[in-house]
Nanobody, 121 residues
Framework: QVQVAESGGGLVQAGGSLRLSCTASGLRFTDNAVAWFRQAPGNERERVSCISGDYTDIADSVKGRFTVSRDTAKNTVYLQMNSLKPEDTAMYYC????????????????WGQGTQVTVSS
């Protein structure tokens, strides 16, 4: 019933920018928590950001370069990525759960299919 989908990934040169979008059907983002995770081959899955109500969190590894925001009218959450580095290369996933943000990926019931971000040097 609930479907989550990401878009906006692609290939970009180091120092460039991308904006990822996350949309959902059957779930209002205004009343729930939406998180961004990323995973590269050989690396652990990392939570990049989360937004719930007026609360936002950005991981230390991307703080100052990435921001998360929500458009309530469009029921869309964005991840703006600036000053991209090759180490940002990963599959990026959008995930949602009721009410509040949680640290563990297992706490999120709804996941998108992922969108690939590749940063070249």
């Amino acid at each position: 019933q609930v479907q989550v989908a990401e878009s906006g990934g692609g290939l970009v040169q180091a120092g460039g920018s991308l904006r990822l979008s996350c949309t959902a059907s059957g779930l209002r983002f205004t009343d729930n928590a939406v998180a961004w995770f990323r995973q590269a081959p050989g690396n652990e899955r990392e939570r990049v950001s989360c937004i719930s109500g007026d609360y936002t969190d950005i991981a230390d590894s991307v703080k100052g370069r990435f921001t998360v925001s929500r458009d309530t009218a469009k029921n869309t959450v964005y991840l703006q990525m600036n000053s991209l580095k090759p180490e940002d290369t990963a599959m990026y996933y959008c995930a949602a759960r009721p009410f509040v943000c949680q640290r563990r990926a297992s706490a999120y019931a709804y996941w998108g299919q992922g969108t690939q971000v590749t940063v070249s040097s």
